[in-house]
């Protein structure tokens, strides 16, 4: 097994948790915070399906499916492809109002099909290209993929808390 086998293994573990961790919920269970300021499941779902989003368009070097689609609609929230909820304040978390379920697993699975495509293709050479020289050591595109993947899998844990909770 290669690299990119191992990253195509996991990146395809990803859509079962975020399943799992939506499928059947209302809006307003997707909206339910477990205390003030806390993340929603909605807004979880949301924000890991954006990094996936905003990071694989950077490394392929196109607009993000956000930008091109209805998305930001779907999620009651204004088009700003800068909008990713990293920072997001207790105001903002409560602003991502997901029209349905279905959405958000609209949203990931567009995202997720594209991410698989852009790894299908890469070679043992792409994975060491450094892609963000602003970290000490460098990024490289392996790594961004593993962060990708580690950011999924703790928000989808995250969510299934939540809707645990709820």
Same mark, same amino acid.
């Given at each position: ?11 395809g ?11 059947g919920?209302?809006p @307003? ?7 003030? *300021? ?28 956000? +930008?091109? *689609?209805?998305?930001?609609k779907? #999620? ?10 990293? *920072?997001?304040?207790?105001? @903002? ?5 997901? @029209?349905?379920?279905?959405?958000? @697993? ?11 495509? #852009? ?5 043992a ?8 020289? +602003? ?15 580690d950011?999924?899998?703790?928000? +989808? ?6 809707? *645990?909770?709820?």
């Amino acid at each position: 097994m290669d690299a990119k086998d191992i990253l195509t293994d996991a990146l395809g573990r990803l859509p079962d948790l975020v399943h799992a961790a939506v499928h059947g919920l209302t809006p @307003e269970q997707l909206r339910w915070a477990p205390a003030p *300021g806390a993340n929603s499941i909605g807004w979880l779902v949301w924000h890991l399906t954006r990094v996936q989003d905003d990071h694989v368009a950077d490394l392929i070097g196109t607009d993000q499916l956000y +930008a091109t *689609g209805d998305w930001a609609k779907r #999620f009651g929230l204004p088009a700003d492809s800068s909008d990713t909820g990293y *920072g997001h304040s207790a105001d @903002e978390v409560a602003a991502v109002a997901p @029209e349905s379920a279905q959405a958000l @697993e609209d949203y990931y699975r567009a995202v997720h099909e594209r991410t698989l495509d #852009f790894v299908a293709g890469l070679t043992a050479d792409d994975l060491d290209r450094v892609v963000d020289k +602003a970290w000490d050591p460098p990024v490289t595109l392996g790594v961004r993929l593993i962060s990708v993947i580690d950011d999924d899998a703790q928000h +989808a844990g995250q969510a299934a808390y939540v809707r *645990g909770l709820l």
